[in-house]
């Protein structure tokens, strides 16, 4: 079945570090999704994307749909210690309805300040 | 609006109980899901509705879960007895859009059961 695998599992990196993370399928995604966790909540949207290629920012965020349409990246500029939590890539599950997702299991990021 | 609401936001029951789960979606949004997500996994996708109508289950839906959505409004997550096995994260999420946009949900903060 359809997989999301992230990369890397996790990262301890220090305050003011450029994050990068990476999102893989085996099978080609339509739309990309990148959501931020944090302790004790809900999944809070970051950015999404829809067309091969693309690159959209969201602040101090930047993600892209590769343009094979399996994989996709997120980078973070300038960490600061607020950026801690866990990513995860999304993209749809085909053949289940719209908003039925496939989740990555997360890249959980932590900053030392 | 503040946005999707569930309660409880914690449940910790013996195991053969039954315990249910309310979502509050935001107000004008028609379409609601049902995610599971258990320790070091992404959600995965229980169930959806559009309006009052259940569209779609997961095989994740055991006979023990049922979902309802009476008036098209908040929603129920009921688990009839309950295992340890379903010790997870219950999250609701909700989104006014159609066509690929209706892939952008909101999530709201969950409900977390143990199961003794």
């Known amino acids: 079945g359809q997989q999301l695998n992230q990369s890397p599992q996790s990262m301890f990196i220090q305050e003011g570090e450029d994050v990068s993370m990476n999102c893989t399928s085996s099978s080609i995604f339509n739309t990309w999704l990148w959501y931020k966790q944090e302790p004790g909540e809900g999944p809070v949207l970051l950015i999404a994307?829809?067309?091969?290629?693309e690159l959209t920012s969201n602040g101090r965020l930047t993600a892209q749909f590769g343009i094979t349409r399996k994989d996709s990246f997120l980078n973070i500029s300038a960490s600061i210690p607020s950026d801690v939590g866990i990513y995860f890539c999304a993209g749809p599950n085909y053949g289940g309805s719209q908003g039925n997702l496939i989740f990555g299991k997360g890249t959980k990021l932590s900053v030392k300040p | 609006d503040t946005g999707v609401s569930q309660d409880p936001r914690h449940k910790i029951t013996k195991r053969g109980q039954n315990v249910t789960f309310r979502c509050d979606p935001i107000?004008?949004?028609?379409?609601l899901y049902w995610y599971r997500q258990t320790l070091g996994q992404g959600p995965e996708f229980l169930t959806y509705f559009q309006n009052e109508a259940q569209l779609e289950k997961s095989r994740l839906l055991s006979d023990r879960f049922s979902a309802e959505r009476p008036k098209g409004s908040f929603s129920t997550l009921e688990i009839q007895r309950t295992e340890q096995g379903d010790s997870a994260m219950y999250l609701c999420?909700?989104?006014?859009?159609?066509?690929?946009?209706?892939?952008?949900?909101?999530f709201g903060a969950g409900s977390r059961l143990t199961v003794l």
């Open positions: 999420a909700s989104t006014p859009h159609v066509g690929s946009g209706a892939n952008v949900l909101t």
């Open positions: 994307l829809y067309k091969a290629g």
């Open positions: 107000s004008e949004h028609n379409r």
